[in-house]
């Protein structure tokens, strides 16, 4: 929560009969609303297993290299997945918080594909 | 699914047993990588009621005029929000689709409150 914004100014959610109050400015919020990163949260968790750039990168049809790797780094600085180094090779994971969000993420992905089939 | 990507090359999601397959370039996967578009569906989506511009730009705490307006425009073109004109005054509300896609956004607005408090 940035400390110029009052946590009550943002109870801008109504759920049912309970508010949700969120900073926009809230770090998770503000790299989930970047461009890939639903998808590479999605593909980095894919059967648990630790991966390498190339293999997140070529998941993505028609990305670039620089842009996955911005938004790797921007997934890093906010806990959603985790850097290892495995016999010389850089590989990513997604962190316990990383997995939790995944979860909540899949059932929009699959709105989306159910939409568009 | 554009022309140029063969929906089987973008199977890049497992979810246990299941794929799921999705264009990068799919508009509504776009227009949620975008800053904004989550907290404007949830935002619009309030109280299932019509409401204008200046309430919904207000329940945002730091946003502009100008990316609110942009943003407004990319969730109509994508059939997420509808605009109408009542008394003279346009207001916006969430089309079925935008309703539907609201119910599977709430869970991850709930789990970064939670996670950030």
Partial sequence: MAEDINRNNACMLI?????ICIDPSE????????????????VIGNEN?????????KSI????NSIISRR????ISTGIIKKASENGIVTYALTDFG???????IPILRFIEMKTR
């Fill in 49 to 57: 297993t630790r991966r390498n750039f190339n293999d997140i990168r």
């Fill in 15 to 19: 759920d049912g009969e309970t508010q």
């Fill in 99 to 105: 997995y939790e969000l995944r979860k909540k993420l």
């Fill in 61 to 64: 049809p028609e990305s670039s």
């Fill in 72 to 75: 790797i780094r921007d997934l």
């Fill in 27 to 42: 770090p998770v919020l503000r790299v989930l609303g970047k461009k890939y990163s639903i998808l590479l949260i999605s």
